[in-house]
């Protein structure tokens, strides 16, 4: 794999990490300001932030394998 390839497998694996900390921050927020009105939010704010920390996860592993 060339330099340029491996640049744009870094750089979307860095994009799918900062999505999954958004979601991460959403959680965060949800539960250290408004809990009690917002709890019902939280199920649906954690399955988006498991499939984004997979999505991020799957583009590490295929950053690692182009490495390697």
């Known amino acids: 794999m060339n330099e340029p390839e491996l640049k744009a497998l870094n750089k979307e694996a860095k994009k799918r990490k900062r999505i999954a900390s958004e979601w991460a921050a959403k959680v965060h927020d949800v539960v250290e300001e408004s809990l009690w009105n917002d709890y019902p939010q939280l199920a649906d704010l ?5 499939a ?4 991020w996860k799957a583009a ?7 490495k390697a």
């Open 52 to 55: 984004a920390c997979e999505a």
């Open 60 to 66: 590490e592993l295929k950053l690692a394998e182009a």
């Open 46 to 50: 954690a399955e988006q932030t498991i």
